[in-house]
């Protein structure tokens, strides 16, 4: 478990004024095949600070959005795929990032049930004189993200694929996991 303590302040919030920190509400989409081979969907994200690099599907809940609705959301509008959720399989901790300004966030990752390999996946288009926010998508298995994504999305990739087999949620501070994977 993290070592780090919590900053000094006050022992309440103001439940009207609470700090900030973004929701990420992102999908865990295995593919389904009768080979058995095991595949996730991740797209590959147009916008710095990620060109190139491969993610899950996702986005961020609007405000009083519920998070497993907003990855739905974002699901159908990057990829075109309608999902059905069916467990929460991890949530990630990310720190505020000093360099961007972007908020501290908890990112929920859902699974879902499985998607047929011949679906068709539609990345959004990109608005007139715009380039496209996703360029492509892959279905991938474990040991295929090394090449593919940034540190911590590969790390998160990696304890929600162990999480999924082994029946678990993985618990993560920016992509590290926080608690061992215990098997069910």
């Known amino acids: 478990m993290s070592q780090k303590q919590a900053p000094d302040g006050p022992k309440t919030i103001d439940l009207k004024n609470p700090?900030?920190?973004r929701i990420g509400c992102l999908?865990?989409?295995p593919q389904a095949n009768d080979a058995g081979a095991k595949k996730v969907l991740v797209v590959q994200a147009n916008y710095a600070p990620r060109i190139g690099w491969y993610q899950l599907p996702g986005g961020h809940a609007w405000d009083r959005e519920q998070d497993w609705l907003a990855m739905?959301?974002?699901?159908?509008r990057e990829t075109g795929l309608v999902v059905t959720p069916t467990r929460l399989l991890g949530k990630d901790?990310?720190?505020?990032?000093a360099e961007t300004g972007a908020a501290?966030?908890?990112?929920?990752?859902?699974?879902c049930e499985p998607v047929s390999a011949d679906a068709q996946i539609v990345l959004p288009a990109a608005e007139p004189g715009e380039a496209p926010e996703l360029t492509k998508h892959l279905w991938i298995g474990y040991d295929e993200p090394d090449d593919l994504m940034q540190t911590h999305q590969r790390l998160r990739f990696k304890a929600l694929w162990e999480a999924?087999?082994?029946?678990?949620?993985?618990?993560?501070?920016?992509?590290?996991p926080i608690f061992p994977v215990q098997r069910s």
């Open 93 to 97: 901790w990310v720190p505020y990032n």
């Open 72 to 76: 739905g959301r974002h699901v159908r």
């Open 19 to 21: 700090p900030a920190c």
């Open 27 to 29: 999908t865990w989409v």
């Open 164 to 176: 999924w087999e082994g029946g678990t949620t993985a618990v993560m501070e920016h992509g590290k």
């Open 104 to 111: 501290m966030g908890q990112n929920h990752i859902y699974l």
